[in-house]
């Protein structure tokens, strides 16, 4: 009888036996990692039969991709309430077809995340018109995307070429920043201000997906990124002037920028104003300037009460200021700011958060993030003249800040 029953048992557990051994995930290829750029076309060609095009990022940023209202707007799923600026969406989203021709961009990644200042998120930098055979564009263009990826850069390293296949994913604007993404919808009840919150918005695309629609060209190569240097009078006039409206700031996000010639000067942006950071005085009880419970204190990403925006802090020339913004999450977040004798430049990536349904039109909001302390006052860090070196020092409770 116990023979019976087993051998009934092992008949019944058969089809599940061959399911599970027919569901079992295919072994990654080179062919799904990489791919020669010789045979490209040759590799697209076959992919996709009713045909191709790899896109610029620009395009892939207006319509018909990019819409002003999106297509994934309805009654019944909103975006979220502080979306709209007058006719304008902060926050939108457009799905991408999942069949029909091949929609490919190609890009080289400019960010890298080890210094924790891009999370679950790289930016992607254009320098070569791919529309039109490859020629050299007047102007690097720039996107970002959002990856649910941890250590997204172990992956695909900075300077790194890739191309990504499009379909079924999505492009969108998160407080204006256009991205690649997927819809995602936020009703957390728990979160700061919520009820403006509550919504569609554009969301971290899954980390197996975006391995499938992502294939590396090549080997890395930083030196092909191109950084614009200006000085903060340079950026004014040839940017942030020109760019000073809603719509044009989405064209100029996700540039790389290395800014000249300015000091950090002790300031953070108190909701449009120019404020003080606090101090830490090092006695044991001293909650001001404490970064891990003051929010204004005199480091660079101190915490945000668990609400996750980056802090912001200020560089000038003397004359004119710009933010430097860094998330409470970086690994240098708690170090101290440089005081304002050190003067070098800050390279990073050109933003403007738009959030609330408002606009600063006199540019007061755009910031430049850093990836690492490395692209932070590296002359000052690299001083011939010990005096005039800048050593960073961090946090340390009970350690009254230095004073220099």
């Known amino acids: 009888m116990r023979k019976s029953i087993y051998t009934y048992a092992m008949l019944l557990a058969m089809p599940v036996i061959a ?46 991709f990019m819409t002003e209202n999106g297509n994934f707007m309805s009654d019944s799923s909103l975006y979220r309430t502080r979306s ?10 457009d799905t991408l077809p999942v069949n029909g021709p091949g929609i490919y961009i190609r890009a080289r990644v400019a960010t890298d995340d ?39 850069s172990g992956l695909y390293h900075q300077g790194q070429e890739i191309i990504i296949r499009c379909n079924g994913l999505a492009i969108g604007r998160y407080a204006n920043q256009p991205q690649l993404c997927v819809p995602s919808y936020n009703n957390n009840i728990f979160a700061s201000s919520a009820e403006q919150k509550t919504g569609w918005a554009p969301g971290r695309i899954p980390a197996a997906r975006f391995r499938r629609a992502t294939r590396m060209l090549g080997n890395p190569d930083v030196s092909k990124l191109v950084w614009e240097e200006y000085n903060l009078s340079e950026l004014k006039t040839a940017y942030l002037d020109k760019f000073n409206d809603v719509e044009g700031a ?33 006695a044991d009880t001293a909650t001001v300037g404490n970064p891990e419970l003051d929010k204004n204190a005199c480091t660079f990403g101190p915490t945000t009460e668990n609400v996750g925006y980056p802090q912001s802090r200020y560089v000038s020339d ?21 005081a304002a004798k ?3 430049s800050v390279t990073g990536v050109l933003s403007y958060y738009m959030d609330n349904g408002k606009y600063d039109p006199d ?11 490395d692209e932070i006052l590296p002359e000052a860090q690299q001083h011939s003249d010990p005096a005039q070196r800048w050593v960073p020092k961090e946090w340390k409770k009970g350690v009254a800040q230095p004073e220099e």
């Open 19 to 64: 399911l599970m051994t027919s569901c079992e995930a295919r072994q990654l290829t080179p062919e799904d990692v990489f791919v020669d750029e010789t045979k490209l076309a040759e590799v697209l060609a076959a992919e996709n039969p009713e045909g191709y095009k790899i896109y610029n990022l620009n395009s892939l940023k207006s319509a018909p």
């Open 84 to 93: 709209a600026y007058g006719s304008l969406q902060l926050f939108s989203i």
């Open 114 to 152: 080890y210094g924790g200042n891009f999370y679950k998120s790289l930016v992607l930098q254009q320098t070569q018109d791919w529309e039109n055979g490859g020629a050299a564009l007047a102007e690097p263009q720039g996107l970002r995307i959002s990856v649910d990826m941890g250590s997204v």
């Open 250 to 282: 989405r064209k100029l996000d996700a540039t790389l920028i290395k800014l000249t010639g300015v000091h950090f000067t002790g300031e953070y942006d108190n909701y449009g104003a120019v404020a003080n950071c606090n101090h830490y005085s090092g």
């Open 318 to 338: 003397g004359t004119n200021r710009a933010l430097v913004s860094t998330s409470e999450y970086a690994r240098y977040a708690y170090y101290y700011l440089p």
């Open 342 to 344: 050190y003067i070098g």
């Open 363 to 373: 540019g007061g909001e755009w910031s430049i993030t850093p990836c690492s302390m």
